[in-house]
């Protein structure tokens, strides 16, 4: 008898804890069970290695010290650290379409950084820890470390974070990303020696104000989804590896219905002309003229060298007086009067880019515009493999004279995909009159008949706006219109290609009043396109009744998304471009599948 209690007792002391809920609030007494929200636990208590595989920790409205868990849950049995949803604020409305404010400590759980630990080296181990709800504003000594959401120390596995507001360190001055650089990343999982990823989800993630990428990564990723988020403002890069990975293997790493908006297209240290301050404008703290030439490219930013000081302001206007003369104005002064023969350096619009590609990767649904400088989708890794994107919305690039989806630099190899994607490029400034488009898409920059011609590309069911350069692969039911130099495109099969060099061309096809339009674009495609603005929910690039790009793609296995950009199913004769028509639904977005 005495055996069998004793054996009872080894048991039940063996037996893991159930699960619990605790209430966590930046003012918990260290003694307090965080059994209710009138009895929360600290910080430090709830992230310490004492939680048991299931415990939920639900944090009140306040703002915490940066976080950093170091319990492990199991599978199945996650812990979860999460913003009380009873007490605290969600995702504010509108975030994944433009821009919000930052949230306060009186409505919302903040802390200035999310880090996890790095364990397993080159083997993770899984930390099952999912972290949901908060509001990640970096400030103070956070503002020039790492990401938002920190997984640089090395090797994480099994970890989910969604739901999550986080916005970049910004100074009072403009612009933020050059007087005084903010947090580097909103999610980086880049470590140049051991950065092991996998059993990865970020979900409904908004990133503001970063200024070396939304997204940074590294060496080894398997099975690694980042889905639904909404990534802004970013300054050089939105998706970025830090630097060419040396080694390691991809698998399974997906890019699922991002918008990624307004990156910074210019680089402080890429000058296109430098000149002296000629005249004092009015106001001389936002206004100087200069006498020389136009600087090459878009010109959206100027730094004044000013005694000791340098800093860089966006330019306004930028007027042609005449005799080689031209007159600046910046749209926020500078922090004193420009002087005679102060030092002017303007920047080019030729840099950045939303996705750069080093190893193998799936893009899909997703919405990319105002971005990319040297382009939106940008190859950066010789002869990677395994590259999909599909039933993708690009439009109005950051420079005009780059292609929205460009392999040409760096050639990709095989089994590449490029299907069901909407791709409208900007209009020339130097063609206002005649609505010249410039580049779309381009796949190699060897000659046709180079060795880089890949019989494992497969180009497909693609809308294109622009010139395009296609050698090679497979290439189906592609619709492409081009006014501007020469289209190359190989083995075209079932294509429709529109090329016109010397007429000028007013993009009527695209209006909403055309007679078989293609896209619903509101009264005037092109000024939607050059505003360069925000997104107008009247120029979705939707189908309409009647497009020609209605049934118009191929039908082999293969060759189309069984759904499109908003996850309705595709027929089996399936239309053009990223989306399907389905003539009851909105000629406006659809809302986030599977949104918070």
């Not at 159930?18 to 209710?36: E, H, I, R």
């Not at 938002?148 to 970049?168: F, P």
């Not at 009015?282 to 730094?303: D, E, H, I, L, R």
Request: charged fraction near 15%; glycine fraction near 10%; proline fraction near 5%.
């Amino acid at each position: 008898m005495h055996r069998a209690i004793l054996s009872l007792l080894i048991l039940l002391a063996a037996a893991p804890l159930p699960a619990a809920t605790y209430y966590v609030s930046p003012s918990g007494g260290g003694n307090l069970s965080g059994s209710d929200r009138s009895n929360c636990m600290t910080q430090a208590e709830a992230e310490d290695n004492d939680a048991s595989p299931g415990d939920i920790f639900l944090y009140q409205p306040g703002d915490y010290a940066a976080m950093a868990p170091l319990s492990l849950g199991s599978s199945g049995s996650p812990i979860t650290y999460k913003a009380d949803p009873g007490t605290c604020g969600g995702m504010t409305a509108g975030w994944y379409e433009g821009s919000i404010e930052k949230v306060t400590g009186s409505t919302h759980a903040v802390t200035p950084k999310i880090t996890f630990q790095s364990l397993g080296g080159d083997t993770p181990t899984s930390q099952y820890l999912v972290v949901e709800g908060f509001a990640v504003i970096c400030t103070g000594s956070y503002g020039l470390q790492g990401g938002a959401i920190d997984l640089s120390a090395g090797s994480v596995a099994d970890v989910t974070v969604k739901n999550c507001m986080c916005w970049g360190y910004v100074p009072a001055t403009d612009p933020w990303f050059y007087d005084n650089e903010p947090t580097q990343h909103c999610i980086s999982m880049y470590n140049s020696d051991a950065g092991r990823y996998k059993n990865l989800l970020f979900e409904n993630v908004y990133g503001q104000f970063f200024s070396k990428g939304a997204l940074c990564l590294g060496q080894v990723h398997a099975n690694v989804l980042i889905k639904n988020c909404h990534f802004r403002d970013i300054y050089r890069w939105c998706v970025w590896f830090s630097a060419v990975p040396s080694s390691g293997t991809w698998d399974d790493f997906i890019l699922d219905g991002l918008h990624l908006e307004k990156t910074i297209t210019v680089c402080a240290s890429q000058i296109a002309l430098t000149d002296s301050v000629s005249q004092q404008g009015s106001p001389t703290n936002a206004q100087f003229y200069y006498v020389g030439s136009y600087p090459s490219g878009g010109n959206k930013y100027v730094t004044i060298e000013h005694d000791a000081q340098s800093t860089m302001r966006p330019i306004s206007a930028f007027e042609d007086m005449g005799s080689s003369t031209w007159r600046v104005t910046v749209s926020t002064v500078f922090p004193w009067a420009i002087d005679v023969d102060d030092v002017c350096k303007f920047h080019d619009d030729t840099h950045t880019v939303a996705i750069g590609i080093h190893r193998p990767i799936t893009v899909r649904n997703c919405r990319i515009h105002n971005t990319g400088g040297t382009g939106m989708i940008y190859s950066y890794g010789t002869s990677t493999t395994d590259i999909k994107i599909e039933n993708n919305l690009l439009y109005a690039p950051g420079n005009q004279s780059n292609y929205s989806i460009d392999f040409s630099g760096y050639p990709v190899g095989d089994n590449l995909i490029i299907r069901n994607n909407t791709i409208a490029s900007r209009r020339h400034q130097n063609y206002p009159a005649n609505v010249r488009y410039r580049y779309g898409l381009a796949l190699a920059a060897s000659g046709r008949a180079g060795t880089n011609l890949r019989d494992t590309w497969s180009v497909t069911n693609n809308l294109v706006v622009g010139n395009f350069y296609i050698p090679g692969g497979r290439i189906y039911n592609n619709t492409m219109w081009c006014n501007w130099s020469s289209c190359i495109m190989d083995d075209v099969n079932d294509c429709t290609v529109y090329c016109d060099y010397t007429t000028p061309w007013d993009g009527t096809i695209f209006e909403s009043t055309a007679t078989t339009p293609y896209f619903v674009c509101g009264p005037d495609f092109d000024t939607t396109l050059v505003s360069g603005g925000a997104v107008n929910q009247n120029a979705a690039f939707k189908l309409v009744a009647g497009s020609p790009a209605i049934d118009a793609g191929s039908a082999v296995s293969g060759d189309y998304t069984s759904t499109d950009f908003e996850a309705q199913s595709r027929d089996a004769t399936p239309d053009l471009g990223f989306d399907e028509l389905d003539l009851g639904e909105s000629t406006t977005y659809l809302l986030l599948r599977g949104g918070p």
